[in-house]
């Protein structure tokens, strides 16, 4: 019976390989013939081909761009001048000149000096003298001052609270 089931085994396992030989022959010539493309495709192909070398080709020509974030070393001289295209001017007109410089590719003291920029700084500086004078301006040069310190309004028991509390209310509306 052993011997049976022997040859029963070795029967199974040649018939086996014979298909497994027989399938990878198979994928093996599957694999190795060679796709017919046709002429236009070909050609097709090669354009493209040609067209990607040539940009590769290309960008390793430019020479790489310096992040800003990139810079590590300050050029004194430019702090300087930068600091001189700055002085006098609030952070409104600092941000307008900056974006008037890059926009025009033109430096900080070259926008100082354009005409579009002393137009906009013109009434820029008109619009801020306004709001300093109104008399309903929150802004901190309206007039509005702190008599007694954070500290002295802290100490204050309620009654003396209430009284300052009505004298700020008074000089804030001009005595209503």
């Given at each position: 019976?052993?011997?049976?089931?022997?040859?029963?085994?070795?029967?199974?396992?040649?018939?086996?390989?014979?298909?497994?030989?027989?399938?990878?022959?198979?994928?093996?010539?599957?694999?190795?013939?060679?796709?017919?493309?046709?002429?236009?495709?070909?050609?097709?192909?090669k354009?493209?081909?040609e067209?990607?070398?040539?940009?590769?080709?290309?960008?390793?020509?430019?020479?790489?761009?310096?992040?800003?974030?990139?810079?590590t070393?300050?050029?004194?001289?430019e702090?300087?001048?930068t600091?001189?295209?700055?002085?006098?001017?609030?952070?409104?007109e600092?941000?307008?000149?900056?974006?008037?410089?890059?926009?025009?590719?033109?430096?900080?003291n070259?926008?100082?000096?354009?005409?579009d920029?002393?137009?906009?700084?013109?009434?820029?500086s008109?619009?801020?003298?306004?709001?300093?004078?109104?008399?309903?301006?929150t802004?901190?040069?309206?007039?509005?001052?702190?008599?007694?310190?954070?500290?002295?309004?802290a100490?204050?028991?309620?009654?003396?609270h209430?009284?300052?509390?009505?004298?700020?209310?008074?000089e804030?509306t001009?005595?209503i």
């Amino acid at each position: 019976m052993e011997e049976e089931k022997q040859e029963e085994q070795t029967s199974e396992n040649p018939v086996e390989e014979e298909t497994t030989e027989e399938e990878t022959s198979s994928e093996e010539q599957v694999s190795q013939e060679p796709e017919t493309v046709s002429k236009e495709e070909y050609d097709e192909l090669k354009k493209k081909n040609e067209q990607l070398y040539a940009r590769v080709k290309k960008a390793e020509a430019k020479p790489e761009k310096v992040s800003p974030q990139e810079k590590t070393e300050l050029d004194p001289e430019e702090v300087a001048k930068t600091m001189a295209a700055f002085e006098g001017l609030d952070n409104d007109e600092r941000v307008r000149l900056i974006q008037e410089s890059r926009l025009k590719g033109i430096s900080l003291n070259e926008a100082r000096k354009d005409e579009d920029f002393k137009l906009w700084q013109g009434a820029h500086s008109k619009k801020v003298e306004k709001t300093r004078k109104s008399p309903g301006s929150t802004s901190p040069g309206s007039g509005a001052r702190m008599e007694k310190s954070f500290k002295e309004i802290a100490d204050m028991t309620p009654e003396e609270h209430q009284a300052y509390d009505s004298q700020m209310m008074k000089e804030n509306t001009g005595g209503i």
